[in-house]
């Protein structure tokens, strides 16, 4: 093709996605974007094209694709119900800052706003759950909007962008020319680090008897992770992550002190309650981690490094922050900062780690009673993987034990939904995740409930090939509303009972290698069987309907209001 | 103190595209924030739009508010400020009857009263303007309906310039390039 000559839209939109390093798109085509798909066609050799099988699957496998490998994910869906069927990923990414890029399909610009077949106003519906959301209405702005696309989503603190694309655009010729964006007016990506925040941070850090650490996502984000282990063993600051922050620092790290809130461990959550100083290092203090704001951590002086501005004393006020890129920030504080030893204190932890040990853990991992936990089944495929493996999970007290059990060596290796709890979000989402890590070995944990939410995915697994590991565990209940029922609704299990299909039927039909799992001493062969070849698997494990996940500290409480089974 | 709900005056700074209004108000919504009043016009610096937005709101959620405003990527600049830190305006229309209004007698009075400027006059109505803060402008409306009958009356939003430091557009505008390029 000679570039000088005018091509057709849907051609500069190929273009202009090779041009930006797009190895992979996930999509479900129809008619306002046929044109693309058309064009599509003759880049089959340079895309790895996956069709899915609804377009809440494509989003969400890109969220899984972006999230395990850190380029945006690419999606492209047909106008209408193609559009809206991508809300809640849409929504999903912005909340756990995800960077995806939407090519939605749209009737013709002469056609806007006159309710023509499939128009939907898509630009309008996703401005507030998106980092951008721009329409495309000719030919000629194609290359710039999807250069700002990619600017917009993957700089900064990513997130989705939808391009909403008219067929006109899409069909009109236009003279194909890429610059790649990297300047907007308005937009700082990144606040550069400023000395005088950093220094005051290296005060109060510098002084802390007790310091404390909260890793969130946004050091996965920046890369970070090395440079916050250099920073955690200068001070000696012991140091738990959110649910989106773990595995930036390997489990068996000697500071390393688990998860925090809702189902975390005992010990860094009551530890926040108990630190001089504590360090939330791109993390937004959802509601989830902080419990009751009004009693959280009120005795620390905290100190919040986060790319965000708007995330500054938003749900909690910091003593000092510092914006800016987490890589950034915490190279400059190493340097600020003073070697420190704080060994009584980080001492002090193992009194709640034994409680937990002790009146949680064992119980869950090394359970007598004749049913299957999912705790033992998480910590087994764990060590079946040697720590190796990518951790996908779908929503509820399945997501929270594989939280709370599987474990880590490698960055980048949880895909989860944090903040919109989507549930559905586990298969498509671990097809995103074996597609952008395919040599890494990806175990999805999904509950009954969610399996059923994105269980025509399996069809994209047959067709693609995808060797994802399922791991369902089945208790036949919406689990975590059941919970909830059990332990704050006098028992009054309302709408969870679920009656279920014969999942390994299911799995059958499409032609997915399964086997089920009622008892203890079948697990293991059962976890081999499964990892033996890199074939995608579904395991269904038949574990105990009336499991809780503890310890819980339940909503809106203090973070030290912790239950645990014999509270 | 801090949890009073007084009037901000939110002053944006945006480009010119469309859905920019839907960008900004949804922001105020999903805080529960009314707008009180919303004036948009362009700004000095061609492609750039400035909107003024007064709400009641407290310190804390104002202060969270702007800065969800100023994250979005086509928001150039965002910020708020008090009635003390302002100069502001706002301009009123009121459309009476003729006969009606020379009825009243004492025009003179009335005229440099309220500092009006007659801007249109038919044998049907006349059309008066008058600028001012609110209650300036409702204090008219108040007189007048005491007296004869309003037939049409319309407000504009605020429109407000900062007393306190002088950042000129440009200079932000330079700045943040700067800050961007680093
Ligand atoms: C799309 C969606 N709908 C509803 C919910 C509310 N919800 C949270 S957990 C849960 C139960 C999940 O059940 P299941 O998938 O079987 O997982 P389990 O908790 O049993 O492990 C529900 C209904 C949600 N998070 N997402
Ligand atoms: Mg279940």
Same mark, same amino acid.
């Given at each position: 093709?000679?570039?000088?000559?005018?091509?057709?839209?849907?051609?500069?939109?190929?273009?202009?996605?090779?041009?930006?390093?797009?190895?992979?798109?996930?999509? +479900?085509?129809?008619?306002?974007?046929?044109?693309?798909?058309? $064009?599509?066609?003759?880049?089959?050799?340079?895309?790895?094209?996956?069709?899915?099988?609804?377009?809440?699957?494509?989003?969400?496998?890109?969220?899984?694709?972006?999230? #395990?490998?850190?380029?945006? %994910?690419?999606?492209?869906?047909?106008?209408?119900?193609?559009?809206?069927?991508?809300?809640?990923?849409?929504?999903?990414?912005?909340?756990?800052?995800?960077?995806?890029?939407?090519?939605?399909?749209?009737?013709?610009?002469?056609?806007?706003?006159?309710?023509?077949?499939?128009?939907?106003?898509?630009?309008?519906? !996703?401005?507030?759950?998106?980092?951008?959301?721009?329409?495309?209405?000719?030919?000629?702005?194609?290359?710039?909007?999807?250069?700002?696309?990619? +600017?917009?989503?993957?700089?900064?603190?990513?997130?989705? #962008?939808?391009?909403?694309? !008219?067929?006109?655009?899409?069909?009109?010729?236009?003279?194909?020319?890429?610059?790649?964006?990297?300047?907007?007016?308005?937009?700082?990506?990144?606040?550069?680090?400023?000395?005088?925040?950093?220094?005051?941070?290296?005060?109060?850090?510098?002084?802390?008897?007790?310091?404390?650490?909260?890793?969130?996502?946004?050091? #996965?984000?920046?890369?970070?992770?090395?440079?916050?282990?250099?920073?955690?063993?200068?001070?000696?600051?012991?140091?738990?992550?959110?649910?989106?922050?773990?595995?930036?620092?390997? !489990?068996?790290?000697?500071?390393?002190?688990?998860?925090?809130?809702?189902?975390?461990?005992? $010990?860094?959550?009551?530890?926040?309650?108990?630190?001089?100083?504590?360090?939330?290092? %791109?993390?937004?203090?959802?509601?989830?981690? !902080?419990?009751?704001?009004?009693?959280?951590?009120?005795?620390?002086?905290?100190?919040?490094?986060?790319?965000?501005?708007?995330?500054?004393?938003?749900?909690?006020?910091?003593?000092?922050?510092?914006?800016?890129?987490?890589?950034?920030?915490?190279?400059?504080?190493?340097?600020?900062?003073?070697?420190?030893?704080?060994?009584?204190?980080?001492?002090?932890?193992?009194?709640?780690?034994?409680k937990e040990q002790k009146t949680v853990i064992e119980k869950e991992l090394y359970h007598e009673g004749e049913h299957i936990t999912m705790s033992e089944i998480v910590r087994k495929v764990s060590d079946a993987t040697q720590r190796e493996a990518i951790l996908v999970t779908d929503v509820g007290q399945n997501q929270m034990a594989s939280a709370r059990y599987f474990q880590y060596k490698h960055t980048r290796s949880i895909v989860t939904s944090g903040g919109l709890g989507t549930m559905g979000f586990g298969i498509p989402a671990a097809i995103g995740a074996k597609v952008g890590a395919p040599q890494r070995t990806v175990c999805l944990f999904v509950g009954d409930g969610g399996f059923q939410m994105t269980i025509e995915e399996l069809g994209t697994i047959m067709q693609s090939k995808i060797g994802v590991k399922m791991i369902l565990l089945n208790n036949n209940y919406l689990g975590m509303v059941r919970q909830w029922q059990e332990l704050f609704f006098q028992k009054r299990y309302s709408s969870t009972q679920m009656i279920n299909p014969d999942f390994n039927q299911i799995a059958d039909a499409y032609h997915i290698a399964n086997r089920k799992v009622s008892n203890r001493s079948e697990i293991d062969e059962a976890i081999q069987d499964m990892l033996k070849d890199d074939h995608a698997y579904l395991l269904v494990v038949e574990v105990e309907e009336n499991g809780l996940i503890y310890p819980m500290i339940p909503a809106g409480e203090t973070v030290t209001n912790i239950l645990t089974p014999h509270s | 103190m801090e949890n009073k709900k007084i009037l901000y005056t939110v002053t944006i700074f945006s480009e010119n595209h469309v859905g920019l209004l839907n960008q900004i108000s949804n922001i105020f919504t999903r805080r529960g924030l009314n707008i009180e009043t919303l004036s948009v016009s362009p700004s000095a610096i061609e492609g750039i739009h400035k909107f003024t937005v007064t709400t009641y709101a407290n310190r804390d959620l104002i202060e969270k508010v702007v800065k969800q405003i100023d994250k979005r990527v086509d928001i150039i600049k965002s910020f708020f400020n008090t009635d003390e830190e302002l100069v502001y305006q706002e301009i009123a229309l009121y459309k009476v009857a003729t006969d009606q209004f020379l009825a009243l007698g004492s025009i003179e009075e009335l005229i440099r009263k309220y500092n009006i400027r007659i801007l249109e006059m038919t044998t049907n109505c006349v059309v008066l303007e008058k600028t001012g803060h609110y209650d300036e402008t409702q204090g008219l409306f108040k007189e007048l309906s005491e007296k004869l009958t309003i037939l049409q009356f319309i407000r504009s939003g605020r429109i407000a310039i900062n007393k306190s430091k002088i950042e000129r557009l440009s200079d932000m505008l330079a700045k943040l390039k700067e800050e961007n390029q680093q």
């Open positions: 093709m000679n570039m000088s000559d005018p091509i057709k839209g849907s051609y500069i939109l190929m273009e202009s996605l090779l041009k930006e390093g797009v190895d992979t798109i996930f999509g +479900y085509p129809g008619g306002s974007i046929i044109p693309v798909f058309d $064009a599509l066609y003759d880049y089959m050799d340079r895309f790895n094209y996956l069709l899915m099988r609804h377009e809440q699957g494509a989003v969400h496998a890109a969220e899984g694709y972006a999230r #395990v490998s850190g380029k945006p %994910g690419i999606c492209i869906v047909t106008s209408g119900p193609g559009a809206t069927n991508t809300i809640t990923g849409i929504g999903d990414a912005m909340m756990d800052s995800t960077p995806i890029i939407v090519i939605t399909g749209q009737v013709g610009a002469a056609s806007l706003g006159t309710d023509a077949f499939q128009e939907i106003d898509m630009v309008g519906i !996703t401005q507030p759950i998106t980092k951008w959301a721009c329409q495309i209405r000719s030919a000629d702005e194609i290359a710039d909007a999807v250069a700002k696309a990619f +600017y917009i989503s993957t700089t900064g603190r990513p997130g989705p #962008v939808v391009l909403d694309f !008219t067929k006109n655009a899409q069909t009109e010729l236009a003279s194909f020319q890429y610059k790649q964006c990297t300047y907007y007016r308005g937009y700082i990506p990144a606040p550069h680090v400023n000395a005088e925040q950093i220094k005051e941070a290296a005060h109060l850090i510098n002084q802390a008897q007790k310091p404390f650490a909260i890793i969130g996502q946004g050091v #996965v984000l920046s890369n970070a992770e090395k440079e916050l282990m250099q920073f955690l063993k200068k001070a000696d600051i012991p140091a738990a992550s959110t649910l989106l922050g773990l595995s930036a620092i390997p !489990t068996d790290f000697k500071l390393n002190k688990g998860f925090v809130g809702m189902h975390g461990n005992i $010990a860094p959550n009551m530890k926040t309650n108990e630190c001089d100083v504590l360090i939330a290092i %791109g993390m937004r203090f959802d509601d989830r981690v !902080t419990g009751n704001p009004n009693t959280y951590a009120k005795q620390a002086k905290i100190i919040h490094i986060d790319i965000d501005p708007a995330e500054i004393d938003k749900n909690v006020r910091t003593t000092t922050k510092v914006l800016g890129d987490a890589k950034e920030a915490l190279t400059a504080l190493i340097q600020a900062i003073e070697p420190a030893h704080h060994d009584a204190w980080i001492q002090s932890f193992e009194a709640y780690e034994q | -």
